[in-house]
């Protein structure tokens, strides 16, 4: 039985990391922000499955909590707001879309090389144990909880700056 949940935790590692790969690869090619911003929501959702997996559960908290409820939903508001018009016509996908299914082979490549060789383990910490959630986490709140909060006020500047851009051309359009 446990060799079945062993195996059922490979495949679903396997599955959301290639579910991520895949809405990563979307970001680069489609044409419109919102579904550009469906698959970044889509790929974080994914990562955030690939944390939890691997055991990291406070960060895959942090990433589904921090990233998909908050960053992209202010994102997609900003999207919304900017009512973004796209004169492309019928084209579905951008001219990023053969250097994509190059680089896609290309790694295909690299993993199915690092699949059939020895990779070395996880990394460790300062004395070769696990990687601490505790000791991360401390760390976050006490140091570096400046920097997260700074980087919510650059978010609400840029869009606001978007905002009065848009605003002026279309004042120049008008008038």
């Given at each position: 039985?446990?060799?079945?949940?062993?195996?059922?935790?490979?495949?679903?590692?396997?599955?959301?990391?290639g579910?991520?790969?895949?809405?990563?690869?979307?970001?680069?090619?489609?044409?419109?922000?919102m579904?550009?911003?469906?698959?970044?929501?889509?790929?974080?959702?994914?990562?955030?499955?690939?944390?939890?997996?691997?055991?990291?559960?406070?960060?895959?908290?942090?990433?589904?909590?921090?990233?998909?409820?908050?960053?992209?939903?202010?994102?997609?508001?900003?999207?919304?707001?900017?009512?973004?018009?796209?004169?492309?016509g019928?084209?579905?996908?951008?001219?990023?879309?053969?250097?994509?299914?190059?680089?896609?082979?290309?790694?295909?490549?690299?993993?199915?090389?690092?699949?059939?060789?020895?990779?070395?383990?996880?990394?460790?910490?300062?004395?070769?144990?696990?990687?601490?959630?505790?000791?991360?986490?401390?760390?976050?709140?006490?140091?570096y909880?400046?920097?997260?909060?700074?980087?919510?006020?650059?978010?609400?500047?840029?869009?606001?700056?978007?905002?009065?851009?848009?605003?002026?051309?279309?004042?120049?359009?008008?008038?």
């Amino acid at each position: 039985m446990t060799d079945f949940l062993a195996n059922l935790d490979t495949l679903l590692l396997w599955a959301f990391a290639g579910c991520a790969f895949v809405s990563a690869a979307l970001m680069l090619v489609l044409r419109q922000p919102m579904r550009v911003a469906i698959a970044l929501v889509s790929c974080m959702v994914f990562l955030g499955g690939v944390y939890g997996l691997l055991g990291l559960h406070f960060i895959a908290a942090f990433q589904v909590l921090i990233y998909v409820g908050a960053v992209m939903v202010f994102m997609v508001y900003a999207i919304m707001l900017l009512d973004p018009r796209d004169e492309s016509g019928g084209e579905k996908f951008s001219k990023l879309l053969w250097p994509g299914i190059i680089g896609l082979s290309l790694l295909a490549e690299a993993l199915a090389v690092g699949y059939w060789s020895d990779l070395p383990g996880a990394p460790r910490g300062a004395a070769g144990e696990p990687f601490d959630m505790v000791r991360f986490s401390a760390a976050f709140l006490s140091e570096y909880w400046l920097h997260f909060e700074l980087t919510s006020v650059l978010l609400l500047a840029a869009v606001v700056a978007a905002l009065a851009v848009i605003k002026e051309n279309r004042r120049h359009d008008h008038g």
